[in-house]
């Protein structure tokens, strides 16, 4: 924290710097017909000093309060301000992710259909074979009935 003594009172300050209306102003009057004691005069200007003094820590407190506060309030605001932007970005991710779902399902089923699709096609495919094999089977017991009959035949004819 900087601190600027621009503001302080030098001791022969007669009224008040700018921006310090409301600090004590003192007025120092040199009076030559009064006939006051020494002692009297270096109390009553300690006096004066010591309530100067008092009252400007008085000010320099006050100020050093209002800025804690303005810091705090500030920092409130700022708490404030990112858990807005969290909610937000929460918000924000979760309809994002709602919307990759729902695309997803979308895929899913787009996929689903076209995968029913080769797996008729697959079955189809597979009967075939199973009808293929059965023909291939009925053919080669043709065929080995046939050598059988050839065979048959053969040894029969010697």
Do not use: W
Not at 50 to 73: C, F, G, L, P, T
Not at 82 to 111: G, R
Not at 147 to 156: E, M
């Amino acid at each position: 924290m900087d601190f600027f003594f621009d503001d302080l009172p030098s001791s022969s300050l007669s009224t008040p710097k700018k921006g310090h209306e409301d600090s004590p102003m003192v007025v120092l009057v040199e009076d030559t017909d009064c006939d006051l004691s020494k002692n009297k005069s270096s109390v009553s200007m300690t006096e004066i000093q010591e309530n100067y003094s008092s009252s400007y820590i008085d000010d320099i407190s006050k100020r050093a309060q209002e800025m804690v506060e303005k810091i705090n309030h500030e920092r409130t605001r700022d708490q404030e301000m990112m858990d807005s932007f969290q909610k937000q970005l929460s918000e924000k991710v979760s309809e994002m992710c709602q919307l990759i779902k729902e695309e997803m399902f979308t895929i899913y089923e787009l996929n689903s259909n076209e995968i029913q699709v080769k797996l008729q096609e697959l079955s189809e495919v597979l009967e075939n074979c199973s009808k293929l094999e059965n023909e291939l089977l009925e053919a080669s017991q043709a065929l080995e009935c046939l050598k059988d009959g050839l065979d048959i035949k053969q040894r029969a004819e010697p």
